[in-house]
């Protein structure tokens, strides 16, 4: 996806002082630019790929998957382009973790992204915006005239809205927060399917379990289910969500302060040792 569908910016502003150019380079320059964008690209792939360990280790990685083998191809291809390019890499005798070498690949890479609440006007204020970027200006006004066009689905007083989960998932699962936990593994993954490709409810239970054992809590934030003020939240606002719902984060315990979950020695791992930043972590408001 990265080498035959980068991203680039839909336009490219004049320099100027201030967070936005509200003017346009020319169209000899604009070419210039995207083609100046396109070679970062090839570089920042190869020089991924030689952090990722090199062929061997990324053919091993991906169990040889055709699209591990077609990167691989591209790279062989591009070293008659930049040249210089590899020479300037250090082989390395084992790759880095793909948290490096992913990093160099995000200003080209597209994403997929949940967005679960009940309050938009101040979103497309601020995004739908001649002030905003031009992607996510199109991106809002895109999400706009879908949500324009879109016919809700009414759901009953306590029924869920479950993103990603299916009737066969109901039949086969009876207990709605077992579901948002279903759901939760699944918009973690933006996928019905695991990562292999494949339906498991037994690997979304695993996955929604070590989300919540080690503070991933955001996934949990898009299942929930109409409230009736009688609980223990009275507030105007539940998470993302208006007071007529109750997100299904808002009911795991301890879903605020993930230090209520974690062990002292585990913090003072976490800083390095450093006893006086612990004491003073530790004592800070809840």
């Known amino acids: 996806g990265r080498l035959q569908h980068p991203f680039v910016p839909l336009a490219f502003g004049k320099n100027k002082a201030g967070m936005q150019s509200a003017e346009?380079?020319?169209?000899?320059?604009a070419e210039a630019a995207?083609?100046?964008?396109?070679?970062?690209?090839?570089?920042?792939?190869?020089?991924?790929?030689?952090?990722?360990?090199g062929e061997e280790?990324?053919?091993?990685?991906?169990?040889?998957?055709?699209?591990?083998?077609?990167?691989?191809?591209?790279?062989?291809?591009?070293?008659?382009?930049?040249?210089?390019v590899l020479r300037s890499m250090k082989p390395l005798s084992v790759g880095v973790h793909k948290q490096h070498a992913n990093r160099v690949l995000e200003p080209y890479a597209w994403h997929t992204v949940i967005v679960t609440g009940t309050a938009w006007r101040n979103f497309y204020a601020l995004r739908a915006s001649p002030m905003a970027q031009p992607e996510i200006q199109d991106l809002a006004i895109?999400?706009?005239?879908?949500?324009?066009?879109?016919?809700p689905q009414e759901l009953d007083h306590m029924e869920w809205h479950l993103p990603f989960v299916s009737d066969d998932d109901r039949d086969e699962v009876k207990e709605?927060?077992?579901l948002a936990r279903l759901s939760s593994a699944r918009c973690a993954r933006v996928s019905y399917l695991t990562h292999d490709g494949k339906r498991s409810l037994d690997k979304d239970f695993f996955m929604a379990d070590d989300?919540?054992?080690?503070?991933?809590?955001?996934?949990?934030?898009?299942?929930?289910?109409?409230h009736d003020h009688t609980g223990a939240y009275l507030g105007s606002y539940?998470?993302?969500?208006?007071?007529?719902?109750?997100?299904?984060?808002?009911?795991?315990?301890?879903?605020?302060?993930?230090?209520?979950?974690?062990?002292?020695?585990?913090?003072?791992?976490?800083?390095?040792?450093?006893e006086r930043l612990l004491e003073f972590v530790q004592s800070l408001p809840e």
């Open 211 to 226: 989300l919540q054992k080690n503070g991933h809590m955001s996934p949990f934030e898009h299942p929930a289910t109409t």
């Open 238 to 274: 539940n998470g993302n969500f208006s007071s007529a719902w109750m997100q299904y984060r808002k009911m795991i315990d301890g879903e605020s302060d993930f230090s209520n979950h974690i062990t002292r020695e585990s913090l003072l791992q976490g800083l390095r040792g450093d």
């Open 24 to 29: 346009e380079v020319s169209e000899g320059d």
């Open 57 to 84: 280790q990324v053919m091993k990685d991906a169990k040889g998957h055709e699209g591990a083998i077609a990167v691989c191809d591209w790279v062989r291809k591009m070293s008659t382009v930049y040249p210089d």
């Open 142 to 151: 895109a999400m706009a005239q879908v949500h324009m066009e879109s016919k």
């Open 34 to 53: 995207r083609q100046n964008w396109l070679v970062g690209r090839e570089v920042a792939v190869i020089q991924a790929f030689i952090m990722a360990g």
């Open 176 to 178: 709605p927060r077992r």
